[in-house]
């Protein structure tokens, strides 16, 4: 059929292969857009030379270039058919107005090429219809299906309105009729379907922009016989009414499904629609759709107007020509997003419509056009990522001709390349900056998605892995960069400390990239195609520092002195932080620097030499500056000098060396510290001798009070300084240096060595602070000792009370002590309070004991207590001086007992030595002098005690049988609370040393008696003898407020009404007084004009002449 024959020879116009193409002069044509780059299967030949003139080469450009693809625009809107897919409307000669302005084309050159473009051959214009597919047409058969084909024409007006002329009334064929069979184009028959697909494509030439496109619907009418339809009615009841509508239809007659009119004018360059099957007549409105894709194209174009050139390349080269037009007129920098502006557009769907080129090809130039713009310009990546998802959807739908295969696998092929190109370069291209590094991203993932393409698959059979590529590119461009990197730093003399400064720049920055790899870059490539680029880097840098710095110091060896070794230590501290970074390496190995520090071992004791001079230098500068005077005072006071903070200061550096070393061989390391640690207490030494000479210096010409002030200030920086050599070993890190030594150094020798050096200076700094508070404490301890004899004359005694007589020296001390506290520091003015505290306690003590009127010394010793309470206040201060502990010493306590004992009255000692002695029957343990059990009980209704004497056991046998005579004597204690008592005795039991009592003795006494202090009940048991005084046995003592019914609270008015208390049974073992013991007693025994004491004491003396403590084993 006709149609067939001109669809196949019009559809290949531009997919043949090269063999089909037609002539083209030798060179062979490629896109204007793509010039062949690094790696290509073939490379463009240059027609030109690199070196002709910019102005000769641009109008060459033009005249070869530009103006054949002007004369292709203007040829395009000449001819142009169809609407634009765009909503903007542009006339001809808005559309000639911007062409002229992108090719930069001059009013009269544009109407030069406007005359040869009128005067060129007009094309042939054609629709290229391809019927698709229809759904849910008409059932014409008595299956209830239809065999349906399609007929296809253009009408012309004339035609058309003949046609209607000639016809009385509507009939449903009119190309049959109306126009010949050659202008007719029919599809295929699809059999028995309502769905049918036919995808054939037609082009069908018209004149008249002002046609009309037509597509009739037929059912295809085939004779059948009366077997079959009678066959067909049994299985379908159903069809019986179509069997009787096609009896009466003529034989052989096709049935009308549905037509389709559209008007050229209405259509734009592009229809792919749905379109509705219209009936001739009223019945059956409803006939389904048929599924039309429509376009206008030119046949036969003049190609005088490009000649050589294909439609294609064509393309390529106005779409490159209106990119840079646009871009050209932008402002703004931010990058290309693939925008054009609206006649742009236009005439790139017109140009491409009418040379049918595909949309692969569309694509493909897209591609071709903007990967090459991204190596000159920004372009946003969503541009290029659209082009290589269109290229890979189109790449399995269409087959491209041989020329753009090759086309398409060189552009991505380059593409691939240019980017390991970048990347290789990435330091420069893309900063590590917020807004550098998104870009890197988008070009390894744009890279990620040419090599997933099945073109980039396709045209490159050789195997290509995009992870080892990057590998390479960034191994290659490491390599580089540091050698350009080596070449700035390269030393212009052959000076060898020049030469350690140069190599300490070029590590740095190594060191730097390093570190922006690590937190950086590397992110982008983990993320993007899974390279760990700081490993790669870290390895590749490892190689190349290590050699450097190996060839480096081989040049220094043995030529080592002070200048050069600072030089080096920027290099040292520079590769330790590199070695560092091998903790984040993804892949461990044997690394070239990992023993980096023996190479500068030479020059270790120099940085140790250059730190300590240093070091002393500024303590020197410091100390001569320093006039010994505050920081700072008010709130929060600073009570040292500047020296002593720059002192601080100064010692920092050295600590910082040990860290900066952090040296790995652990022998060697303990080397370095034991000399840092000596470095540290010379210094520490010779600021105590400077601080000292400028003491004296300042002190010449002062007064006192300055130069206590000084003095003052001078304790406060050493004890400043023995905090800073305490804190010494934390900040050299000793616990961590002994757990790397552990094995290499014994414990013995790490502690004789380290910490002695450190003692050694603690020491003296000890002993000079305790000199000078020494000399501020002689002046005080003078001064109390004055006022402290001040108080014991006798004209004084008298004369004034306690208070008083203390008065001077508590206003004294506070004075003082106000003074050192505002000048010294808390741990100097405690390291002053505790000797002064001490001396104190002493001069108390002394005076006291070396008292010379007995008469007076109680009130004097009452004085003195009142004194020692008044300094233990003073030095406690609220918890903020002394502490209780410090206070509390023992000279403390014993002055304070032999005080407290002197200012007390003969009546209040004797009530003393009876708690002393019921505390030591309650301790008292064991019955070896046997025991008394009482039954006692006090009634406070009638205040009456009363005490029932049990029995007596395990006596001592006093008697020369062996036996003794045993008798309880009973008697209150003390005699000035109980003067009218008297005291009581039992029977005696003859030859008893078990005897049984059981007598009752009461005592009208009150509870005010027995509630006392030293109110007790003395229970003495003795051997009865007629010639002689009665043997001692043993005495006890029980304390009346022991008794049941003295305790508890006086309640007078309810006395009558308190239930009696119940008698407790007691047993109370025998004791024996020790001789001269008791200082209590001595005390009393030296108050001879009293008559009562004397009395006591005597009494008490007997007991103890009748002891056997002294001679019982």
Known sequence: MSGQSQQTSSGGNLLQTPEQEPALPKQRQYSPVHPRKLGLTRKLKRDYKEDENPEEKARRHKELELKPLYKELLYTIAHKMGKPSSAQVFTDSQLHQYIRVAFTMTESEHDSLMEKVQSAEHPVYCLMATVKEAKGILGKDVSGFSDPYCLLTILGNEEEHKTRQNRNKPSKSVVKDVVSNDKIYQTEIKKQTLNPIWNQTFIVEFRDIGASFHLEMWDKDEDVSLTQKLEEIKTNLNSLRRMIKEAKKEKGTDDFLGNIVLKLQDLHCTEDHWYNLEPRTETYPDRGQCHLNLKFIHKARDETLSAGRNAYINYCGILQQFVQAYISKQQSTAPWKGALCGEAQILLELYATQNDLSPFLQDLA??????????????????????????????????????????????????????????????????????????????????????????????????????????????????????????????????????????????VE????IKHNKDVWNRVFVNAVQVDAFTVVYQRFDSLLAKEVRDTLSVMDGQMEQNLAKSLFPVYLSLKTIHKDKAFLQRRGLLQLTNFHEGFREAVPYWLHQAFSTTQDRVERAVQVDQLQPLQSGAVPIKHSSSAVDLVACIQPICQLWEQLSWPDPEEAFMLMVKLTEDVCKIVMSYCQLLKKRVRLLSENSDHSSAINMLCVVVNDLEHLRSVLTRLPTQLNWAGLRERTENVIGESQFHNTLPSQLQQAQSVLGREIQTALDTLGKKLNTDIETHVRSMSTRRRIPSKSTEDAAAPLMRY???????????????????????????????????????????????????????????????????????????????????????????????QLVEKFLDSKIWEQKVFSGEKYGAVTLLTSYRRSDQRLRVEVLNAVNLLPMDSNGLSDPFVQLCLEPNHIFPEVEPRC?????????????????????????????????????????????DFEGEAFLALKAIPGVSGAKQEEELSSQPDAVPAQIRLPLMHPKPNEDSILRLLESRKGEREAQAFVKKRRQREKQSQEGTQP
Request: hydrophobic share 35%.
């Open 510 to 513: 190594v060191q730097e990239d």
């Open 813 to 907: 001390l506070e004075q003082e002590l106000q003074y050192m506290n505002e000048n010294l520091v808390q741990e100097n003015f405690n390291s002053l309070l505790t000797p002064l505290w001490n001396n104190s306690v002493k001069i108390l003590y002394q005076v006291a004991s070396q008292h010379p009127q007995p008469e007076g010394l109680m009130v004097f010793c009452q004085r003195l207590l009142y004194t020692l309470q008044c300094l233990e206040q003073c030095f406690h201060a609220e918890g903020n001086g002394l502490p209780l502990d410090t206070l509390h010493s023992d000279e403390y306590k014993t002055l304070k007992a032999h005080l407290t004992h002197n200012s007390l009255s003969s009546q």
């Open 986 to 1030: 039992t029977q005696i039991k003859s030859c008893d040393l078990n005897p049984l009592f059981e007598e009752t003795f009461d005592f009208l006494v009150s509870l005010d008696q027995c509630q006392a202090h030293g109110a007790c009940l003395v229970i003495t048991v003795l051997d009865h003898d007629t010639l002689r005084t009665d």
């Open 366 to 507: 897209k591609w071709v056009a903007y990967s090459k713009l991204y190596q000159t310009l920004e372009v946003d990546s969503s541009v290029l990522f659209q082009q290589l998802t269109s290229i890979e959807y189109h790449w399995h739908q269409q087959e491209l001709p041989y020329q753009q295969k090759q086309e398409l696998g060189d552009s991505l092929h380059g593409f691939l390349q240019y980017g390991l190109c970048l990347v290789a370069k990435y330091r420069d291209i893309f900063p590590p900056t917020p807004s550098a590094t998104p870009k890197l991203q988008t070009l390894l993932r744009i890279l990620v998605q040419i090599c997933k393409t099945q073109a980039f698959q396709k045209l490159n059979p050789a195997h290509f892995e995009l992870h080892d590529g990057v590998i390479d590119a960034i191994q290659t461009g490491t390599e580089e960069w540091f050698t350009i990197k080596k070449g700035l730093h390269q030393p212009m003399t052959k000076n060898l400390a020049e030469i350690g400064s140069a190599l300490s720049s070029l590590i």
